[in-house]
């Protein structure tokens, strides 16, 4: 079946421009979650979906930084103003399960490198 | 706070060798732990997933352990090939369900 599909796949953002990532995760998966990833780096946690509730948002590095997920199934990721220090790789990925249980694989999508310039 | 690390950084060998790549967390309270593969400008692939319960899990030429007191696991990858070149990854699932990563193992298999 389908995989987690992200867009756009690349996206060149003038500094202080808004921008929106999307994620479409695997139809029927509860969670959804977002990483960014630095050149050289490991994803960091973003933020996390359990269904439409955002539970987690903790790994948001500013304000700047708005994930919603209105419906339980696609995901936006939006940054505001961006900075050059955005620039990275944005990750999505979903899994069937809650989370409590421990062992449900996360299936990442492509993502989104983004360039602030 | 979670921490995860992987050594060496970067290896190259030669075709046909085994791969030995390590991963250490600091916090032994996990749920599991998943090794994934990174090709250039792509996502990430799940290679094994171990629950925390669990000694080891095997997939193929793969097989990846768990000691979860010393918060280690080690992938092995037997009788490496050019295919195998890629970014390894391991991740850690603990707390919200969060995913702390390493920086990754960057590997090329020599032909």
């Known amino acids: 079946g389908a995989g987690v599909s992200q867009s756009p796949r690349y996206k060149v953002a003038k500094r202080g421009q808004d921008v929106a990532l999307r994620c479409d995760p695997i139809?029927?998966?509860?969670?959804l979650f977002w990483y960014q990833q630095a050149l050289g780096q490991g994803p960091e946690f973003l933020t996390y979906f359990q269904n439409e509730a955002q539970l987690d948002k903790s790994g948001l590095p500013s304000d700047r930084f708005f994930a919603e997920r209105p419906e339980g199934s696609v995901s936006t990721l939006k940054i505001q103003r961006t900075q050059q220090e955005d620039s990275a790789v944005y990750l999505c990925?979903?899994?069937?399960?809650?989370?409590?249980?421990?062992?449900?694989?996360?299936?990442f999508g492509p993502g989104t490198r983004l360039l602030v310039l | 706070k979670q921490e995860v690390t992987q050594i060496p950084a970067a290896l190259s060998v030669p075709e046909g060798e085994n791969l030995v790549l390590n991963c250490s967390f600091t916090?032994?309270?996990?749920?599991?732990l998943q090794w994934f593969r990174q090709d250039p400008g792509k996502g990430l692939t799940s290679l094994l997933l171990i629950q925390s319960s669990q000694r080891e899990q095997t997939s193929g030429r793969l097989n990846a352990s768990l000691d979860k007191s010393s918060g280690r696991s080690t992938l092995y990858i037997a009788a490496s090939q050019p295919g195998d070149s890629a970014t390894y990854l391991c991740?850690?699932?603990?707390?919200?369900?969060?995913?702390?990563f390493g920086k990754g193992n960057q590997v090329v298999v020599i032909p």
């Open positions: 139809s029927g998966h509860v969670s």
């Open positions: 991740a850690v699932v603990y707390g919200n369900n969060r995913l702390a």
């Open positions: 916090d032994s309270a996990i749920y599991n």
């Open positions: 990925a979903s899994s069937l399960e809650y989370p409590i249980r421990g062992m449900e694989t996360q299936y």
